[in-house]
């Protein structure tokens, strides 16, 4: 089956540090991939997504690259901000009447 | 273009009473799903609705319901409330739904509490 499997946190960090959050999927076919980051007490944000192999999602900083011969979409962020923490999800979606497949979500917390 | 609201916002009930939450799509948004979010399970997909059709349905007990009117809105029905019901419900809309693989767009989800 679908399924999605992301780094187990909490991840913390110092402000301006790298961060790079492990996403890896197992999915028939070609899934589209997503970002979601949650802000403590709100709904998910769609940070970003990717639709075919090789695209590279971007948003607020935040990159991710669909690599199908790894089937990753790791999260990376080259200067984090106290503002970024987060809880962050990688999710797939395939078409063809499936629901969206979230990972367990990954908690960063940076630190000033 | 305002996005997915949901309400209430937060719910207290007790056990064996039964709720109705409710999500309002994006405008030109025809479909909507519902996930619960808890700690232990993460998120878990519950029931997709387009143009007032359930069209694809996860592993939950049929004490979990929902429907979708003409102008989109959703809402989710619980009955016999248990204390495992006390979640997150989310409501994500998007323009066509799972079986395009289309974007989904979240609402700021429903806190239920069972006591």
């Known amino acids: 089956g679908n399924s999605v499997t992301q780094m187990e946190g909490p991840v913390t960090l110092s402000e301006e540090a790298f961060l790079t959050i492990n996403c890896t999927y197992t999915a028939t076919g070609y899934p589209s991939l997503f970002w979601y980051v949650q802000y403590p007490g709100e709904g998910l944000q769609l940070l970003l997504k990717?639709?075919?192999?090789?695209d590279k999602g971007s948003n607020k900083g935040f990159e991710a690259t669909y690599r199908k011969e790894t089937t990753s979409f790791h999260l990376e962020k080259g200067s984090v901000q106290v503002s970024d923490s987060a809880v962050y999800f990688c999710?797939?979606?395939?078409?063809?009447?499936?629901?969206?497949?979230f990972g367990k979500g990954t908690r960063l917390s940076v630190i000033a | 273009k305002a996005g997915v609201t949901q309400t209430p916002r937060y719910l207290i009930k007790t056990r064996g009473q039964q709720v109705t939450l409710s999500c309002s799509p994006i405008s030109g948004h025809r479909s909507v799903s519902w996930y619960q979010q808890t700690p232990g399970q993460g998120l878990q997909f519950l029931f997709e609705y387009f143009s007032e059709t359930q069209r694809n349905k996860g592993n939950f007990p049929g004490r979990f319901s929902g429907r979708q009117f003409s102008n989109s809105r959703s809402e989710m029905n619980v009955s016999t409330l248990e204390l495992g019901d006390s979640a997150l419900y989310l409501c994500?809309?998007?323009?066509?739904?799972?079986?395009?693989?289309?974007?989904?767009?979240f609402g700021p989800g429903t806190r239920l509490t069972v006591l």
């Open positions: 994500a809309s998007s323009l066509a739904g799972t079986q395009a693989g289309d974007t989904q767009y």
């Open positions: 990717a639709t075919k192999a090789d």
């Open positions: 999710a797939l979606s395939r078409p063809g009447n499936t629901p969206l497949v």
